[in-house]
Every structure is written in structure tokens, then in C-alpha cells.
């Protein structure tokens, strides 16, 4: 993976903690009262028609005090994000059992003692193995046994409510009031059981993806036609991660090592097209989005509380932004909600924490409880200058604000003629020193640290001092034209031969320090340097305090991803109001 280095252990001891999701306060302890765990091993059989394979899965059943056939409980299904296992979810599944629930956390596919392989939550593998489990916890039998070789097998549940229907209008001999609950990996696994298992009634997904595609390879120019760029550090943290979970568990699952190690098939060869070449072949990018929600959205009717961190460079607030979209277009029953911690840090306030936890608290116990308790409204953002979530009866929230570029200025009048020139650097090169997003982020390098372009390698316009706050919430836009005569020579042979740069907002404090707004970049890869282009950054919610300036940089080469291939001069000349970059403010 080129210039990515990370031991296999690192990355584990990473990935597990920037999956991490929030859990209401007050949890109980490992022998909290008002509940007994059992440790479980499920029989499952995955996979598409003439590829199905029987894996092994472990988990925890959490029942409540007092549940049994007369005094039913409802249930609450979770797995772990990326790296972890079904121990993550303790501090949850102790909690919301000691309230009534009966919860049952399980390590996903690939992970955690489970067996076969990782495949990304692809809902033939992830979804039906989450779909046998909820026949489980509907009383089914012959999934549950107490041994991991399937021989003692464990009574049906007789303690869960059923539900007459499924969300499909069918009645079901095995159909549980069941939501489910988890983070990153283990957010994308409830699209996945919901799309095949119309029996789950409610979801609450947090960090997690909207487009795999675009999580591994964005091209914020929105271009469909054209590959976006490489994300480096993820994508080698993530192979050694899932290598070497495989490597832990392969005397129980030998099978999983085979071909690319503890990966379906695609993952390796894509990972190293994507490393080399800096982009995601056709194929492989089918692939990532057919695990993806976005490939499947139509059969999601259910409702849905989105939960989306604001410091994530891995799936950032566009994800969400684009599910919302989605289901509410459908008329799907969703509330989104923007927490300050994801996988790059961020720390919220107690009142941040608690504020959250309530809306999920309330989720469930209105939607699996039939509790009258409000689900809260349906756009809601963490404030990290106040410490407090802010509302609202939708998303979008903010009022469009043009700064045009002129000459190095951002202004929003009297625009001047001016140029800027840069060169990209070569052979996919970085010309930023900055923050590693697996590791550097976890150290909050991007709010602490500036990221520092190289000379040469960048053009930057900057605005005056502001002379009151701006509250800036949603997705900064870019519209620019550049000049690359020699792309333009090049990018008809493809991708390889196409501009690739990368837009960032910063806030300039006032000493001058210009710090890149929680380490969120946008890549572009240009198919036509003779048509402007419309970049949409990354979501924000962010105050530009009094005396601080709004930047702009639009660099070559960055940290964390493969740049372009070939050093190409760029020159971008400002003087008209075709060159804007438009802030949603609030």
C-alpha cells in the first residue's frame, strides 16, 4: 500500500477505539443487577444461492430479570465496529437489560471469535447471518447452542414479544419486536438484516457509510463517471486490522485465510489496484457499493435515527447527509443527528453525551416499547463552542453566503483580477505535512495541529477578519475553473491522466495559525479541466469565532491520499463571480 505503514497490532488497538459508539450515562457494571448474560455460539448459513457456507457466531445474550412467557420483553440486536467484538457492546447491553430489554450483542463476521470472512456488512453475507439471529431471538430453534461445535443446542426463546406482522404485511411464526443498535462496521450491519429481514422494526445507526466507494475513494466533484482518489491510511489500517483478526482465530476457521486473507476475494486485488494506481477500478467499486446502503435504500422503511460524528475523515457528514436525503425522499421515518465524536476524535461535553444518549434512549423506548415519549426533531448538532446540541425541523438548516475568490482574498464584493500558479506533485506524491488519519487523528491532531502544504503545490485565498461570530452548519461549496493545459492533453487517456486536487477550509485563529477544520479534505478528480467544476466539501458544524479569517487552499497532494500521477502545472484566475466559494450559515 505505497507509503502506508502500520503494524498489524496498531491499527487493531486504532480501528477498535474509533469505533467506538455512545452508550446513555450511567451504565451498569460487568455484575450489574436486573439481568443474566449467557455466552452463546449460532449456527448460520450465508452467501448468495450456490455459495452458501455455514459459519460460527458468538455473542452474549443479555435477558432482564422477570422476562418469561407471560411477561414478554422486547429486543435490541448489536454487533461491533470494525476490529472489535461483541464485548464492545457490554457497557450497553448491561444498561438498556437492566431496563427491560433483552439484548443480544454478537461479534460480526470475520471478527471477534465469529467465523468465515469480512465482508464489509454485504447484506448476502452480514444481513443474513443478522437475519438467522433474529429468528432466534423469535423463539426459532435450532440456531443457538451453547458449544462452538453446534452440538448442544439451546431451548427456544419463549420471553421476546412478537409482532403479528412484519413490515411487509406478513405473518411470521418467529417475528420479534427487535431494533438494532451499534457503530461504524457495526451501524452499516442494520441496513444490511433490515434490507432482507423485514421483521426489524427500528434502527439507530452511528459513523457509519453511505457509499463505501465514496468512504475509500471520494471524488467530491460528484462526478459519477469519474473515479474519486485513494484514501491511503484508512484503507491500510483497515487490511492490517482484518489480516490480522483472521490470523488470531484461523486454528478454529482455516478456510478464512484462504485467497485474500480473511477478506472476500475483491478486497485484495482492490487494495492494491486502489494503492497503485490511486483510484477504484469499475469493478471494485460496484463491489464496495453493493455493501452499501446506498445500492439498497428503497427496501429501508423502517424508522431510522441517523447518528453521524462531526470529527470523521472516514465517513464523514455527507454520509448521513446523503441517507437522510434518501429516506426522507421515501417517506421512511428518520431524525439525523450530528454527535461531535467519530473515528478522528472529538470529545463532546456532558451535556453533548447526554443529550444524545436521551435521543436514543427515546428512540427505542417509543418505537420497541410503545413508550409516548417524543422521538425529538428531526435535525439536531452538536455545538462545540457551546457544548450543546442545537435544533431544528430539518436539514437543511443554513442560509447560502458567497466569499468570491479574488486574487488571494476571499471577499464578498469588489472582486479583483489576479492569478495564482502551482504545481501538483508527481507520481501520486503527498505535499502536505500533517496528520495521519488512523493515527494521528486519534492524538486530535486535527484540531490541535496546522496541516502545512508545501510551497509550490498550492494556491490559497484568504478572507478579512470577521467582525462577528459565523456559524457555518452543512456542506461548503465550491465552484472554480482552473487552467492545466497539460491535464488537458492528458485526461483523455483516463483516470490515470486526469487532475486530481484537493479542497480545505480552514480557520485562520488570530495569531495566523490556519487549522484545518477537523481534518476534513475534499479530493477531486477533474475529467474536463475546461468545465468549471462544483466541489461539495465535507459537512460541518463550525463557528468562525470574532477576529478570525475563513480560508480556502486548493492543494495537489495530501497526507492521506494518492494524488495524481503526473506533476501538472495549474493556474487559477479569479475576477468573476464564477469563482465562489458558498457557506450554509446559520
Given at each position: 500500500?505505497?507509503?502506508?505503514?502500520?503494524?498489524?497490532?496498531?491499527?487493531?488497538?486504532?480501528?477498535?477505539?474509533?469505533?467506538?459508539?455512545?452508550?446513555?450515562?450511567?451504565?451498569?457494571?460487568a455484575?450489574?443487577?436486573?439481568?443474566?448474560?449467557?455466552?452463546?455460539?449460532?449456527?448460520?448459513?450465508?452467501?448468495?444461492?450456490?455459495?452458501?457456507?455455514?459459519?460460527?457466531?458468538?455473542?452474549?445474550?443479555?435477558?432482564?430479570d422477570?422476562?418469561?412467557?407471560?411477561?414478554?420483553?422486547?429486543?435490541?440486536?448489536?454487533?461491533?465496529?470494525?476490529?472489535?467484538?461483541?464485548?464492545?457492546?457490554?457497557?450497553?447491553?448491561?444498561?438498556?437489560?437492566?431496563?427491560?430489554?433483552?439484548?443480544?450483542?454478537?461479534?460480526?463476521?470475520?471478527?471477534?471469535?465469529?467465523?468465515?470472512?469480512?465482508?464489509?456488512?454485504?447484506?448476502?453475507?452480514?444481513?443474513?447471518?443478522?437475519?438467522?439471529?433474529?429468528?432466534?431471538?423469535?423463539?426459532?430453534?435450532?440456531?443457538?447452542?451453547?458449544?462452538?461445535?453446534?452440538?448442544?443446542?439451546?431451548?427456544?426463546?419463549?420471553?421476546?414479544?412478537?409482532?403479528?406482522?412484519?413490515?411487509?404485511?406478513?405473518?411470521?411464526?418467529?417475528?420479534?419486536?427487535?431494533?438494532?443498535?451499534?457503530?461504524?462496521?457495526?451501524?452499516?450491519?442494520?441496513?444490511?438484516v433490515?434490507?432482507?429481514?423485514?421483521?426489524?422494526?427500528?434502527?439507530?445507526?452511528?459513523?457509519?457509510?453511505?457509499?463505501?466507494?465514496?468512504?475509500?475513494?471520494?471524488?467530491?466533484a460528484?462526478?459519477?463517471?469519474?473515479?474519486?482518489?485513494?484514501?491511503?491510511?484508512?484503507?491500510?489500517?483497515?487490511?492490517?486490522?482484518?489480516?490480522?483478526?483472521?490470523?488470531?482465530?484461523?486454528?478454529q476457521?482455516?478456510?478464512?485465510?484462504?485467497g485474500?486473507?480473511?477478506?472476500?476475494?475483491?478486497?485484495?486485488?482492490?487494495?492494491?489496484?486502489?494503492?497503485?494506481?490511486?483510484?477504484?477500478?469499475?469493478?471494485?467499486?460496484?463491489?464496495?457499493?453493493?455493501?452499501?446502503?446506498a445500492?439498497?435504500?428503497?427496501r429501508?422503511?423502517?424508522?431510522v435515527?441517523?447518528?453521524?460524528?462531526?470529527?470523521d475523515?472516514?465517513?464523514?457528514?455527507?454520509e448521513?447527509?446523503?441517507?437522510?436525503?434518501?429516506?426522507?425522499?421515501?417517506?421512511?421515518?428518520?431524525?439525523?443527528?450530528?454527535r461531535?465524536?467519530?473515528?478522528?476524535?472529538?470529545?463532546?461535553?456532558?451535556?453533548?453525551?447526554?443529550?444524545?444518549?436521551?435521543?436514543?434512549?427515546?428512540?427505542?423506548?417509543?418505537?420497541?416499547?410503545?413508550?409516548?415519549?417524543?422521538?425529538?426533531?428531526?435535525?439536531?448538532?452538536?455545538?462545540?463552542?457551546?457544548?450543546?446540541?442545537?435544533?431544528?425541523?430539518?436539514?437543511p438548516?443554513?442560509?447560502?453566503?458567497?466569499?468570491?475568490?479574488?486574487?488571494?482574498?476571499?471577499?464578498?464584493?469588489?472582486?479583483?483580477?489576479?492569478?495564482?500558479?502551482?504545481?501538483?506533485?508527481?507520481?501520486?506524491?503527498?505535499?502536505?505535512?500533517?496528520?495521519?488519519?488512523?493515527?494521528?487523528?486519534?492524538?486530535?491532531?486535527?484540531?490541535?495541529?496546522?496541516?502545512?502544504?508545501?510551497?509550490?503545490?498550492?494556491?490559497s485565498?484568504?478572507?478579512?477578519?470577521?467582525?462577528?461570530?459565523?456559524?457555518?452548519?452543512?456542506?461548503?461549496?465550491?465552484?472554480?475553473?482552473?487552467?492545466?493545459?497539460?491535464?488537458?492533453?492528458?485526461?483523455?487517456?483516463?483516470?490515470?491522466?486526469?487532475?486530481?486536487?484537493?479542497?480545505?477550509l480552514?480557520?485562520?485563529?488570530?495569531?495566523?495559525?490556519?487549522?484545518?477544520?477537523?481534518g476534513?479534505?475534499?479530493?477531486?478528480?477533474?475529467?474536463?479541466?475546461?468545465?468549471?467544476?462544483?466541489?461539495?466539501?465535507?459537512?460541518?458544524?463550525?463557528?468562525?469565532?470574532?477576529?478570525?479569517?475563513?480560508?480556502?487552499?486548493?492543494?495537489?497532494?495530501?497526507?492521506?491520499?494518492r494524488?495524481?500521477?503526473l506533476?501538472?502545472?495549474?493556474?487559477?484566475?479569479?475576477?468573476?463571480?464564477?469563482?465562489?466559494l458558498?457557506?450554509p450559515?446559520?
Amino acid at each position: 500500500m505505497g507509503r502506508t505503514a502500520f503494524s498489524a497490532v496498531t491499527a487493531a488497538a486504532v480501528l477498535t477505539l474509533s469505533s467506538t459508539v455512545v452508550v446513555a450515562t450511567g451504565a451498569a457494571g460487568a455484575a450489574g443487577p436486573g439481568y443474566s448474560t449467557r455466552s452463546l455460539h449460532f449456527a448460520v448459513t450465508v452467501g448468495p444461492t450456490g455459495n452458501r457456507r455455514q459459519c460460527d457466531v458468538v455473542g452474549d445474550l443479555y435477558t432482564p430479570d422477570g422476562a418469561s412467557a407471560q411477561q414478554r420483553v422486547p429486543a435490541i440486536l448489536t454487533t461491533n465496529g470494525f476490529g472489535g467484538s461483541a464485548a464492545d457492546q457490554a457497557p450497553f447491553a448491561q444498561r438498556y437489560a437492566a431496563q427491560g430489554y433483552a439484548v443480544l450483542s454478537y461479534s460480526g463476521l470475520g471478527f471477534g471469535g465469529s467465523g468465515c470472512k469480512i465482508t464489509l456488512d454485504d447484506p448476502d453475507y452480514d444481513g443474513a447471518a443478522g437475519s438467522q439471529l433474529v429468528s432466534f431471538l423469535g423463539g426459532a430453534p435450532g440456531i443457538a447452542f451453547t458449544d462452538a461445535a453446534h452440538t448442544d443446542p439451546v431451548a427456544p426463546l419463549d420471553y421476546i414479544v412478537h409482532d403479528a406482522r412484519d413490515h411487509r404485511g406478513h405473518a411470521q411464526p418467529h417475528d420479534p419486536r427487535v431494533g438494532m443498535w451499534g457503530g461504524s462496521y457495526g451501524g452499516q450491519i442494520q441496513f444490511a438484516v433490515a434490507a432482507v429481514d423485514p421483521r426489524v422494526d427500528v434502527l439507530n445507526p452511528q459513523i457509519t457509510w453511505h457509499d463505501l466507494s465514496y468512504s475509500l475513494a471520494p471524488n467530491n466533484a460528484g462526478d459519477a463517471s469519474t473515479p474519486g482518489t485513494t484514501k491511503l491510511t484508512w484503507a491500510g489500517a483497515f487490511s492490517a486490522i482484518g489480516i490480522f483478526d483472521g490470523a488470531q482465530y484461523a486454528q478454529q476457521d482455516p478456510q478464512r485465510l484462504v485467497g485474500c486473507p480473511n477478506f472476500a476475494d475483491f478486497v485484495c486485488p482492490a487494495l492494491v489496484a486502489g494503492g497503485t494506481t490511486g483510484y477504484l477500478r469499475p469493478d471494485d467499486a460496484a463491489q464496495l457499493r453493493h455493501a452499501s446502503v446506498a445500492s439498497y435504500l428503497p427496501r429501508i422503511t423502517i424508522p431510522v435515527l441517523l447518528d453521524q460524528g462531526e470529527v470523521d475523515t472516514l465517513f464523514n457528514l455527507n454520509e448521513s447527509i446523503a441517507t437522510y436525503r434518501a429516506l426522507r425522499a421515501q417517506h421512511t421515518p428518520v431524525a439525523l443527528l450530528w454527535r461531535y465524536n467519530g473515528h478522528s476524535g472529538g470529545t463532546p461535553s456532558a451535556a453533548g453525551a447526554d443529550y444524545e444518549a436521551s435521543r436514543i434512549q427515546a428512540w427505542f423506548d417509543h418505537y420497541l416499547k410503545g413508550s409516548s415519549v417524543g422521538t425529538g426533531p428531526a435535525f439536531a448538532y452538536y455545538q462545540d463552542w457551546t457544548g450543546t446540541s442545537a435544533t431544528a425541523s430539518g436539514y437543511p438548516v443554513g442560509t447560502p453566503r458567497s466569499l468570491y475568490l479574488s486574487g488571494n482574498a476571499l471577499v464578498t464584493s469588489g472582486i479583483k483580477a489576479g492569478s495564482q500558479s502551482f504545481t501538483t506533485p508527481p507520481a501520486r506524491a503527498p505535499s502536505t505535512l500533517g496528520n495521519l488519519d488512523v493515527i494521528g487523528a486519534k492524538a486530535d491532531v486535527p484540531l490541535d495541529n496546522p496541516d502545512v502544504n508545501a510551497p509550490g503545490t498550492f494556491a490559497s485565498w484568504t478572507g478579512a477578519p470577521l467582525t462577528a461570530p459565523l456559524t457555518v452548519v452543512g456542506t461548503p461549496t465550491l465552484e472554480v475553473t482552473v487552467s492545466a493545459p497539460t491535464a488537458a492533453l492528458s485526461q483523455g487517456g483516463g483516470p490515470a491522466g486526469q487532475l486530481v486536487l484537493f479542497a480545505k477550509l480552514y480557520d485562520v485563529g488570530t495569531d495566523g495559525t490556519a487549522h484545518l477544520i477537523n481534518g476534513l479534505v475534499a479530493p477531486v478528480r477533474i475529467a474536463d479541466v475546461s468545465s468549471s467544476v462544483h466541489v461539495t466539501l465535507p459537512g460541518i458544524a463550525h463557528r468562525f469565532d470574532t477576529g478570525h479569517r475563513i480560508a480556502l487552499y486548493l492543494a495537489g497532494g495530501d497526507t492521506n491520499y494518492r494524488g495524481g500521477q503526473l506533476a501538472t502545472p495549474v493556474t487559477v484566475s479569479t475576477g468573476s463571480t464564477g469563482q465562489v466559494l458558498t457557506l450554509p450559515v446559520r
